[in-house]
């Protein structure tokens, strides 16, 4: 299961809203690359495969396709501000090691 939290929910919708793209969810992957190996990305899908995992959290759906899903099982989506820029942050429990900016992980 893939969760995002309550703030990550919020700032989904809004981005959403502001782009005109309705009821699209959210398609979460894992990229070969990045500073630790793989890297996380996002954006906005509203057409899934069978081939995908698919779940809702905070009425928001999300989507991930197999592949990813190995390196995803279990994470948690936040979205932060800090001193250092705004961004969703991804707390994956399998993750054996992050970089220091949070957007790549090694498994």
């Known amino acids: 299961m893939i969760e995002l939290t309550p ?7 809004e ?3 502001s782009e005109g793209l309705g009821t699209q969810g959210l398609r979460v992957r894992v990229l070969g690359g990045g500073c ?5 990305d ?7 495969t069978e081939m995908d995992q698919s779940f809702e959290s905070h009425g928001i759906p999300i989507y991930v396709d197999m592949m990813s899903f190995q390196y995803l099982e279990g994470v948690e989506i936040d979205y ?8 969703f ?14 957007s790549s992980f090694s498994a």
Do not use: M, W
């Open 7 to 13: 703030k990550a929910a919020e700032k989904v919708k």
């Open 42 to 48: 996002l954006y906005f899908e509203d057409e899934t």
């Open 80 to 87: 932060v501000e800090g001193l250092h820029g705004a961004g």
């Open 89 to 102: 942050k991804f707390l994956n429990p399998q993750a054996k090691s992050t970089c220091g900016c949070g």
């Open 15 to 17: 981005i959403r809203d």
């Open 36 to 40: 630790s190996g793989f890297s996380y």
